[in-house]
């Protein structure tokens, strides 16, 4: 049994048609069928370019957004420890002293 073999678009190719769906607001099947692709093809280009635009909030890449959420979770982390000794030791002293 052969396996379809999948077709190679262009980069050039594949950013006009993301084009033609974002600033033209065409459909992706309507974009499919003027350029014979497959809807699922030109749905699947539209959402990968998303996922790779920086968040207009903050200017990073979801990539860089997971780093530093990682990031951000350790120092939480590292911070909560801190404060419970804290507590600890105040709760020492304050037994101590009476």
């Given at each position: 049994?052969?396996?379809?073999k999948?077709?190679?678009?262009?980069?050039?190719?594949?950013?006009?048609?993301?084009?033609?769906?974002?600033?033209?607001?065409?459909?992706?099947?309507?974009?499919?069928?003027?350029?014979?692709?497959?809807?699922?093809?030109?749905?699947?280009?539209?959402?990968?370019?998303?996922?790779?635009?920086p968040?207009?909030?903050?200017?990073?890449?979801?990539q860089?957004?997971?780093?530093?959420?990682?990031?951000?979770?350790?120092?939480?982390?590292?911070?909560?420890?801190?404060?419970?000794?804290?507590k600890?030791a105040?709760?020492y002293?304050?037994?101590?002293?009476?």
């Amino acid at each position: 049994m052969k396996t379809k073999k999948r077709k190679a678009y262009p980069e050039d190719f594949r950013r006009e048609v993301v084009r033609l769906v974002i600033e033209e607001q065409l459909s992706h099947s309507e974009v499919a069928r003027r350029l014979d692709l497959p809807a699922q093809t030109v749905g699947n280009w539209v959402r990968g370019r998303d996922s790779l635009q920086p968040d207009p909030a903050t200017g990073l890449s979801p990539q860089a957004m997971q780093k530093e959420l990682a990031r951000l979770r350790a120092e939480n982390a590292s911070l909560k420890l801190d404060r419970d000794i804290l507590k600890k030791a105040a709760a020492y002293f304050a037994k101590e002293s009476s």
